[in-house]
């Protein structure tokens, strides 16, 4: 297609968007104000649910900037009509990476190993302190949504760049840039599980867990997509746009991760609970036992079993909506496969849910999603100069 081909104008994002950029608006501020009664009444217990909802929506808007890379690399018909909704999400990261500032500045609410005093009573702590301190933790931190805002940023300019101009060498641009991209995201994802999750149990350790971390994105990001791209698709311009066929290779794609991110769950546990070794298995069994044990049954049930079952219908598949109804299963699965990792370490007596596990990703979800919809209204709802745009909107 060239650059005499349609405007931006023609694939512009349907006005509603406002109307539901607004809706958003209102639901974060009062989920933000249940949350700051809670910050008021009980900050740790503020922060512990804080960073549960942090890590969930980290996981899609990470989730999305791999989902944008693969697309560049593979150059399928599946990503360009999704393209600017993962190029939106990833442009929120630097707002989750300012977001994480609550946590921050109160590790020691959060972290053990972010107590002087827990650190002099232990000796595997004093060990670990060349990592594992405040300064360093938030360094790198700050390093990583830097390194991923950077290439988001620069992909997505590319993008709008490719819109404007209909510059052919930009299509090979992205896809060398995206390369060493995905690699970096893999190598810092890895890192920041290790930080963020697998620190709140400085005793234990996992060396698949970077992987199982970056599966969760994956499919965190495609039971985000599915049902903003089952709204799109019931309005213009996108009406005229999306087909059966598209759903069909997203919900193929969903089906392959559910099955990866299984997979690596299943590799760790397997790998743990045959070593059997006491500074390992123990954080299993916390989570076998009392409450926490159901909450494991649900998630084989519901973030595999029930899943995988619906997704190898062909005409499911097929079917925005039952797509949209398996993809929204799943994204809540995510919040409570998350909560399953972090939250024993802050109630080791069992499970207990706290109002602010709620009213905390209400808050923060209702932001970062009024700010993924401003995002994407401001953009064409396809690359119009994209050399496979035509292949993708011919599929059959």
């Known amino acids: ?32 104000v249940l949350s700051l009664v809670g910050a008021w009444t009980d900050t740790a217990r503020f922060l512990q649910s804080y960073l549960v909802a942090w890590l969930f929506l980290v996981g899609i808007a990470l989730g999305c900037f791999g989902l944008m890379m693969l697309h560049h690399l593979s150059r399928g018909g599946w990503g360009l009509m999704i393209r600017r909704v993962l190029e939106a999400a990833s442009r929120t990261l630097p707002f989750l990476g300012l977001a994480f500032l609550p946590v921050l500045l ?84 890895t890192f920041a599980a290790v930080d963020w999750i697998m620190s709140l149990d400085p005793h234990w350790f996992s060396s698949l867990f970077g992987i199982y971390f970056i599966g969760g994105h994956a499919v965190a990001a495609f039971a985000f997509v599915v049902p903003v791209a089952l709204y799109l698709s019931a309005r213009e311009p996108m009406s005229k746009l999306f087909r059966p066929i598209h759903f069909q290779d997203y919900g193929k794609l969903m089906l392959a991760f559910v099955m990866l991110w299984a997979y690596f769950a299943l590799s760790q546990l397997l790998i743990i609970w045959s070593g059997n070794l006491t500074e390992e298995i123990g ?7 009392g409450g926490w044990k159901y909450v494991s049954i649900a998630l084989a049930l519901f973030h595999f079993a029930l899943p995988f079952l619906l997704l190898l219908s062909r005409d499911l598949k097929r079917s925005s909506r039952r797509l949209a109804v398996v993809a929204a299963i799943l994204l809540v699965m995510r919040w409570f496969d998350l909560y399953w990792q972090a939250a024993p370490v802050f109630s080791p007596g069992g499970l207990a849910f706290h109002w602010l596990d709620l009213a905390t990703v209400v808050g923060l979800g209702g932001v970062w999603f009024a700010l993924f919809v401003g995002q994407l209204r401001g953009r064409s709802l396809v690359p119009i100069h994209d050399p496979y745009l035509e292949e993708a909107l011919a599929h059959e």
């Open 1 to 32: 297609m060239s650059a005499g081909g349609p405007t931006p104008g023609a694939y512009a994002p349907p006005e509603d968007l406002a109307r539901l950029q607004s809706n958003a608006w209102l639901v974060g501020g009062a989920g933000a």
């Open 106 to 189: 109160r590790l020691d609410h959060v972290y053990l190993w972010a107590r002087p005093e827990a650190v002099a009573a232990d000796e595997l702590l004093a060990g670990k302190v060349a990592y594992l301190n405040q300064p360093f933790f938030i360094a790198r931190t700050v390093f990583y949504f830097a390194v991923w805002s950077f290439f988001a940023w620069l992909l997505s300019r590319l993008s709008l760049r490719q819109d404007r101009t209909g510059d052919p060498a930009l299509f090979r641009r992205m896809q060398a840039l995206a390369g060493p991209a995905i690699g970096i995201y893999a190598l810092t994802a």
């Open 283 to 289: 954080w299993y069994l916390e989570r076998a036992h």
